[in-house]
């Protein structure tokens, strides 16, 4: 792939609306308070997705919502498939679910899998 294709594969090319917001992004995971504590490493109490949402879980969560956006262009926009793909534990990953992956503070890498897969490269 080109570099001027590459550069440009790192956001998805359409909104999702099971993505807009840090909330949804935590019920497309089907994460629950204790998830969220422990893969933003954020008290149970601090957990909130107001105003006052702690900046640092704000912003991963973007993060998740665009990797999330890139699973689900690549199985053509099919919601379903990509909360299965999110759901399933993949040989590819050790064997481990990429929700899981995330709930374990192993996002990023994750978001390299995917990235290189994107880019047809190998992480």
Not at 9 to 33: A, G, I, R
Not at 40 to 50: G, I, L, M, T
Not at 53 to 79: S, W
Request: charged share 25%; proline share 6%.
């Amino acid at each position: 792939m080109s570099t001027a294709a590459a550069i440009f594969n790192n956001v998805p090319k359409h909104n999702y609306p099971q993505f807009e917001t840090p909330k949804n992004v935590v019920d497309f995971l089907s994460f629950n308070k204790n998830d969220v504590s422990k893969a933003f490493n954020v008290s149970k109490e601090s957990v909130r997705y107001d105003s006052k949402i702690p900046k640092e879980m704000q912003k991963r969560l973007n993060e998740i919502a665009i990797v999330c956006g890139l699973v689900a262009e690549f199985f053509n926009d099919d919601i379903k498939k990509t909360a299965m793909w999110f759901q399933m534990k993949n040989p590819a990953l050790g064997n481990i679910s990429p929700r899981d992956m995330i709930r374990f503070g192993q996002f990023n890498k994750l978001h390299q899998f995917i990235t290189a897969a994107i880019n047809g490269d190998t992480p």
